[in-house]
């Protein structure tokens, strides 16, 4: 899972990014020769952790976040570079200013939020409009001309694309064109530190459900400082300002829900590992998350819920209590579920 942090100067974006990583940076974009930060965090799971306790494995894995620093925009907007920057991550978090930055300006987190989406409009009409012209002319792609006309009247309309009721096959058909309007988007309000327990403007939040958004509140320069310490002294601030955990553990948890993610799990004495797989996915594809050959070759899913296995201590004791089932292709992965392939290729 790769996100990319944006905001315009000033929002505390390189702070959020420090929060989220435990990283120190530099704040301010250009600080590394204008290239933006780039982070990598496990991804914290308890029932890894129970099913580790229990095997014992040579490794074990996580689930994986990248972040990316975009870089600033300012009051007129992204550069084209930025923007094109944006295009190859998974999803998009905006950070938002909630705070006085002793500029005498006021924060307006709904201003800056609507913006950011007029503009990212604005780009995916751009690229639309030059294709529609392209096709028109040679007629070469009809099915790919009458579905790009639609996105036209929508981005006109500034409509994202994310909001249209897009078949399987027409989301595969304009997948190269990485549509930043079609991307996932969290919010993230940075607030002063007093302000970290209260709730986020109404507006915001009514914005955001209209527009199907992510939103998180943090305050990034508190919880920079608190991700850059102990497990043990990280808790006991967290507690202090009535939070119940870190702002990276609620970023996850919100871009998981904005992805559609679940985690399926594996685990045995050699590896216990979380792999991060679209919700939804039958069995053959999630299996294709491991390995191509399991996915071609798939035969059946033994399937036992995390909390059987670590209750029962053993696939045996499992399959015994009637715990483990046995699954065919059609058999949807859930959250949670430990899954043994069986494959011939």
């Not at 007129?76 to 999803?91: E, H, Q």
Request: charged share 30%; net charge negative; aromatic share 6%.
């Amino acid at each position: 899972m790769k996100i990319g942090l944006v905001g315009l100067r000033g929002c505390g974006k390189s702070t959020v990014f420090g929060a989220l990583t435990g990283m120190a940076v530099e704040t301010g974009y250009g600080s590394r020769g204008g290239k933006g930060n780039i982070g990598v965090v496990k991804v914290p799971d308890p029932r890894v952790d129970a099913l580790a306790a229990l095997f014992k494995p040579k490794r074990t894995v996580y689930a994986e976040t990248a972040f990316t620093d975009l870089g600033c925009g300012s009051e007129s907007g992204f550069d084209r570079t930025a923007l094109n920057a944006m295009r190859n991550v998974d999803a998009l978090c905006q950070v938002l200013r909630a705070f006085d930055d002793g500029s005498g300006d006021a924060p307006s987190p709904l201003r800056e939020a609507n913006g950011l989406a007029a503009e990212l409009v604005l780009a995916d009409l751009e690229i639309v409009e030059q294709r529609v012209a392209r096709l028109a002319k040679d007629r070469s792609n009809p099915t790919e001309l009458d579905l790009l006309e639609r996105l036209k009247d929508a981005l006109e309309s500034e409509t994202p694309i994310r909001d249209l009721d897009l078949r399987p096959d027409e989301q595969k058909l304009i997948s190269p064109y990485a549509f930043l309007t079609q991307k996932p988007l969290l919010l993230v309000l940075n607030v002063a530190e007093d302000a970290i327990a209260d709730p986020p403007p109404s507006d915001l939040v009514e914005e955001a459900n209209r527009r199907g958004l992510g939103l998180v509140v943090l305050s990034a320069k508190v919880e920079m400082d608190i991700a850059q310490m102990s497990a043990e002294e990280q808790q006991e601030f967290l507690e202090a300002l009535g939070l119940e955990e870190s702002a990276r553990d609620r970023f996850v948890r919100a871009a998981y829900a904005l992805l559609d993610l679940v985690s399926m799990l594996t685990a045995g004495e050699d590896e216990c590992r979380a792999w991060p797989i679209p919700k939804g996915s039958p069995a053959p594809r999630a299996a294709g998350k491991i390995h191509s050959d399991i996915e071609r070759g798939f035969i059946r899913a033994e399937v036992v819920p995390w909390q059987d296995l670590v209750e029962l201590g053993s696939e045996a004791r499992c399959r015994e209590a009637a715990k483990l089932r046995v699954e065919g292709k059609s058999y949807v992965i859930q959250d949670g579920d430990v899954v043994n392939f069986r494959f011939n290729v």
